[in-house]
């Protein structure tokens, strides 16, 4: 290698047998005993119901009795913990690709990402 040549460095990029692509409907975390971070994503639904019970009339199902709680019940689906530096170089990133969508959907000239309800 020449002075004038920067040294160069492959980074190669691969996925753990525990690798898996979740829905996240946010994120729930907070400082570590060390000062570090951490985050949990969780999805978001509705409990379902323990039973329902139903009458048959004209052959027509009709609910006569529900038992359960009505709760919204949050799944952490996963949490991970960083380092400062780390939170750092993640906003950062984010920053970038948050403006990059920004302009995707400006120059789309839509006002709604898809995917997203109006």
């Given at each position: 290698?020449?002075?004038?040549?920067?040294?160069?460095?492959?980074?190669?990029?691969?996925?753990?047998?525990?690798?898996?692509?979740?829905?996240?409907?946010?994120?729930?975390?907070?400082?570590?005993?060390?000062?570090?971070?951490?985050?949990?994503?969780?999805?978001?639904?509705?409990?379902?119901?323990?039973?329902?019970?139903?009458?048959?009339?004209?052959?027509?199902?009709?609910e006569k009795v529900r038992t359960g709680r009505e709760a919204v019940v949050r799944h952490?689906?996963?949490?991970?913990?960083?380092?400062?530096?780390?939170?750092?170089?993640?906003?950062?990133?984010?920053?970038?690709?948050?403006?990059?969508?920004?302009?995707?959907?400006?120059?789309?000239?839509?006002?709604?990402?898809?995917?997203?309800?109006?």
């Amino acid at each position: 290698m020449t002075s004038d040549e920067s040294p160069e460095v492959e980074i190669i990029f691969e996925k753990s047998p525990q690798y898996r692509v979740i829905h996240a409907d946010g994120a729930w975390g907070g400082l570590t005993a060390q000062l570090g971070l951490h985050l949990g994503f969780y999805s978001e639904f509705r409990q379902p119901p323990e039973s329902i019970t139903y009458s048959l009339e004209k052959d027509q199902p009709i609910e006569k009795v529900r038992t359960g709680r009505e709760a919204v019940v949050r799944h952490v689906e996963v949490e991970v913990a960083f380092s400062l530096q780390t939170a750092q170089s993640l906003r950062d990133w984010l920053d970038t690709k948050l403006k990059e969508a920004e302009r995707a959907l400006n120059d789309s000239g839509t006002t709604v990402p898809p995917g997203a309800s109006a």
